[in-house]
């Protein structure tokens, strides 16, 4: 494999009244110092539009990755540079093996009105990847550092914004719910310090900022800094790495605090397994801080000057929730629903709804249905000894209603939600199990208290 040279150029390229730098970073045109780019925040994931090479896709801001990665999702990546094209193999989070993946240089990144000319990434043919039927919605890829270090970053988790402000342009203003931090980096990645109380002993961590990550907390479990669980937690499935699914034990901490700010009974996470010993190797790691904590705050990232600024939103006081029913669900495939109208005898539509749950105020004249395609939410893992799979829930069951509610047109995220409210929330299920409906109820139950 041929070693990579990094070529530092600055040609301009004038197109119009604006200028870009087409060189080794993103650049805004001349004329803007700042620019605003929405987002979606789905199971607290930044989720950003991203071109790439001329082609319209969504990526997953993740302060946790060194370079851009693109999922096999487009067919044969057709859209990266096929001249610079080599194979690698590359290892991450999971129980697997190393993946398989193309590096590609020379690729043209546009953000907003951020553009990058010689931009590389890493295109992986590991299918696990693909985020769409854990999110429900397509994701392309992943984007961090690159963006990061080319701009001050400011993450408005409140309103669903970044703004990226040029180095030059940026003024530092500071509240009174404001903190500053110095970071730390290790391979490009962002490290914050940190204290956590765990069986009332008060532990320094030193954790990687991920927003990529969207649990609360990971700890590595060390005896030797007294960073072990309690008692008090459950196995569980936490999430997929580029490598393959990750489990460990979900518990709480007494608190989390970050600087002046705590969070007491903060979920928290400890990955098992060889999948994680890479990560155990960095030097005084102790886990990570991830998105159901940070999205707590509007956060200003300025790597040049290697601090973040802390401001508390109004997720800030939110309960920590997490889901109690036992069930991991994901968008595979979708479903023929049927939708019945009624429509009066002036052929006036009065209501189309699965279920004749509005009163008819005149009398129709007919009753007819249409055929429409859903999403289909599948029963995908179960949590060993969880009320769901007690009360006889089954993997690959397609979730139809919750308490009631037809799901066909719910997100898959507000599926998610209405498994974790409160301990003994009831919950019925209706399912189709392989063309069968079956109904089951059962109660959440907190694991953790």
């Not at 060189?23 to 994931?45: E, H, R, V, Y």
């Not at 459950?234 to 393959?244: A, C, K, N, R, V």
């Not at 000894?385 to 209603?401: C, M, Q, R, T, Y």
């Amino acid at each position: 494999m041929n070693r990579w040279v990094s070529i530092l150029f600055f040609l301009l390229m004038t197109t119009g009244h604006f200028t870009y730098s087409q060189g080794n970073s993103f650049a805004l045109p001349s004329n803007m110092d700042s620019d605003k780019i929405p987002f979606q925040l789905i199971n607290n994931l930044i989720i950003i539009p991203v071109e790439v090479n001329n082609v319209e896709l969504s990526f997953i801001l993740d302060s946790g990755v060194n370079k851009p990665i693109l999922f096999n999702i487009l067919d044969g990546f057709d859209i990266i540079d096929e001249q610079t094209k080599e194979t690698i193999y590359l290892k991450g989070l999971g129980e697997g093996e190393v993946v398989e993946a193309v590096k590609s240089k020379n690729n043209i990144f546009k953000i907003g009105d951020a553009v990058k000319f010689n931009q590389t990434i890493y295109a992986v043919y590991n299918t696990g990847l693909d985020y769409a039927p854990k999110l429900g919605m397509p994701i392309h890829g992943i984007i961090g550092y690159d963006l990061f270090k080319d701009f001050v970053v400011e993450v408005n988790y409140a309103k669903k914004h970044l703004k990226i402000i040029k180095h030059a342009e940026y003024k530092e203003r500071l509240c009174n719910k404001c903190e500053k931090h110095s970071l730390r980096f290790f391979n490009n990645k962002p490290y914050l310090k940190a204290e956590v109380t765990l069986e009332d002993k008060n532990i320094p961590i030193n954790v990687l900022i991920d927003t990529g990550a969207s649990d609360a907390l990971w700890l590595f479990e060390d005896e030797s800094k007294d960073i072990v669980s309690t008692d008090n937690y459950f196995e569980d499935f936490l999430g997929y790495g580029l490598s393959g699914s990750l489990y460990g034990k979900r518990s709480k901490v007494e608190s989390l605090s970050i600087g002046a700010f705590q969070f007491n009974e903060s979920l928290v996470a400890f990955p098992e397994g060889s999948s994680i010993e890479t990560l155990r190797r960095i030097k005084d790691r102790n886990g990570t801080v991830g998105a159901e904590i940070l999205k707590r705050f509007n956060i200003t990232f300025n790597y040049k000057e290697e601090s973040v600024i802390l401001k508390k939103n109004n997720f800030f006081k939110k309960e920590f929730k997490y889901n109690k029913s036992g069930i991991d669900i994901e968008h595979r495939g979708f479903r023929v629903v049927k939708d019945y109208y009624y429509t009066l005898n002036e052929g006036r539509l009065l209501f189309s709804t699965n279920n004749m749950s509005e009163p008819l105020t005149d009398k129709p004249s007919s009753r007819n249905y249409r055929l429409d395609v859903k999403p289909a939410f599948e029963v995908v893992k179960l949590r060993d000894n969880s009320p769901a799979k007690l009360a006889g829930v089954e993997l690959g069951d397609i979730i139809l209603e919750v308490n009631g509610k037809d799901v066909k047109d719910s997100t898959l995220q507000e599926v998610i939600e209405s498994f974790s409210g409160k301990n003994g929330k009831r919950i019925t299920l209706l399912l189709d199990r392989q063309g069968k409906i079956f109904e089951y109820k059962f109660q959440l139950k907190d694991m953790l208290k």
